[in-house]
């Protein structure tokens, strides 16, 4: 057994996770998975931390060159996150024939293809398990077990923060506010919460999944986000009413040779294996054409299921080094499906109107969608305070211009006060 | 890109469902895994399961001896199944020097240290995904993903015939025997359903799960199991009340440096990830030191879901070959936990009785309870037919001995009737 040298640069909540399952278990490393993999040199802009960590002043650095210039390092962690210097740092890394682990969902999702083909050219491993779904096995499993599926939809419920939010307003009834206060009291949302609740986050993460389970690059700019702003407790009830729950759904499919994906608020049916994930949990629905419906569930974020995606890969890298097999599997993106627009969508809406609590009201929208070619599944008209009801529409499957046409005529309607909230249905 | 050639015993279900896939996706083979692998001969005692697959003459034998001599193959796949010839198939292929790849749950969980011997003398591959949750990615995230875990439980739905019984007796309030017919009607259960509806099935699954969550070799014979043959559809009913769902669970569990294996039914709260697994799906739930709760969920049997899972391990084996890094993770039991017996297990209870409607017969048979020291969590008293009411008991952990005990006295009461089902509570 050699020792397999690694460096890690990024001393925050992941990075420490790292540290501490090192500490607690470099030993089982050896004699369970028969590598052994030493952290030698650790590296943050912040000094402070390391002492924090407790780690040896001579094991420290602020310069990142430091690690990636030192020949005996063989694996380097990267956990500083973003597009900026992390790049940099990935990219010199595989240029000195080091093997990469990173939990970077950013750099992989913008900047993928120059990642893969470097670790390619270089003949190393690229490994990034913990940038979806923290510590949930999922990039592996589609890497390896699954490999023999044509893989059809990747769904999920891949940001934490958003999960705990509309959780907290679907159980007990509070609004968007006061559930994004209460998430950042709990430091589960971010001071600036933008890239959880405007779905950035998803997007770059279903990016990742799809460029993997399609073998095609998706990157994130492709993604179109929708976030959860707009949604209301009122909303949920009538979901819920209706036999669906409001989830954030990073949703990834095959369609005709093209690739529809997409990031927005979704109702699912409630006995879907996703409707019940709840709180901070993350789940991933992977449809296969062998293997049928499967699921990976469990924490998608926090410090030590992150690192413990992060310490699998480097288990995995330190393997392929002793082994000599570096590089095992590399990029997979093969193929170049085209990526749909957002307007070749059909699928289900949940259409919610206030109107006047005149007789025919009901009558003259729906007949709107009729005209519009837009079928209906189920509605509920309830009374709402001042003389108005609200109407909650759910459509089959139409096309997301048709849906806009009919409604741009029904909120010309003098009796139709509002259009409130619009939310797509997936698998009705 | 060198042929891998592949040999095929058994073209039963999972067989033909490996036909099927390689028909269908050799080529992606090539394209998106690098591999390049053709199933060059398949054996089977029934010719007319070549002939009914449209398989060629000149690539067919009834003699496992010509596949496993056959110089040209590198990888065996067995689906025969059982450990008498399945075994010699296994060992013999290894011998000669082949990577094999099989389903073969009973052989591992009863033989599985001398397959893995023999795999890691000729320094080869032996892979078994399909070998527990069908297509669900379980074996490969415990030996990769989360190998930087110490593991301290699995357990899972990992049976799907009893499972959709217990599904459909909770939803329609079938009996047990009304529920084995539609489940054998269906085919879903067999002619003899010993295996499925007695646990052993479950208990083979759990043995395989333990011995490498938990570093230690289980074997089935270890794994103490109970069926769900004595399952009513008013004990699902009354568990429901409490907020419990029945499931036949396969347990395993690190507790004090030993393990704690069964196979029983068992109620679990109805919160839980595990208890909204429905039908013939399979779940496995893992928690990881690091990790947290984890769960796989997806189709744990049938001839696709199984053959995806074959065909990964073959693409798997075919990269290794190519790489030049064949039997790159091999045993993983290092270490030697002692298997606890039964009786030492301290678990919850779920207790129905049938008594006299007579007052003091709930302060009679709850003092018995609170002399063996088995404090009660809830109880549940309703009104039966002829004089008669049922008591319900949920008590918090309490040894097994203690319990019995208990119920011996419980049952020399006169106004007690019967003490009808004793049922464990996992997640009290």
Known sequence: MRKVKVGLIGLG????????????????????AGVDVELTRFCDRDTARASALGLADSTFTDDYTTIVNDPEIEVVIELIGGTGIARTVVL?????????????????????????ETAHEKGVDILFEAAVG??????????????????????????????YMLTRMAEDGLDYATA????????????????DVDGLDAAAKISILASIAFNSRVVMSQVPAEGIRSITPADIEYADQMGY???????????????????????????HPLASVGGVYNAIYVVGDSVGETMFFGEGAGSLPAASAVVGDVIE????????????????CTDSLRVRDIGELETAFYIRLRVADEPG????????FAEHGVSLASVIQKLAEGGEAELVYVTHDAAES???????????????HEVGTVLRVEEL
Chains 1, 2 share one sequence.
């Open 180 to 195: 994004l206060s209460e998430a950042q009291a709990k430091g589960f949302a971010e001071a600036d919460p933008t890239a």
């Open 134 to 163: 923290g510590g949930i096995p999922i990039i592996s499993p589609l890497k390896h077990v699954l490999v023999a599926n044509e893989i059809t939809k990747v769904m999920g419920i891949v940001n934490g923060t958003t999960n």
């Open 92 to 116: 010199e890394s595989l240029r000195a024939g080091k093997s990469v682990v990173t939990a970077n969902k950013a750099l992989l999702a913008s900047f993928g293809e120059e990642v893969m």
């Open 245 to 271: 729950t409001v989830k954030l759904l990073a949703i990834a499919r095959r369609v005709d040779g093209c690739i529809d994906i997409r990031v927005h608020p979704t109702l699912i049916r409630s006995s």
């Open 13 to 32: 909540t992941v990075g420490s996770g790292v540290v501490e399952i090192f500490a607690r278990h470099r030993e089982e490393f050896r004699r369970h």
């Open 317 to 332: 890298a330190a393997r392929h080094l002793q082994s000599g097999c570096l590089g095992l599997i590399g990029c997979t």
């Open 361 to 368: 009201v009901l009558a003259a929208t729906a007949s709107v």
């Open 402 to 416: 048709a849906v806009q046409a009919a409604l741009a005529k029904i909120g010309a309607n003098e009796d139709v």
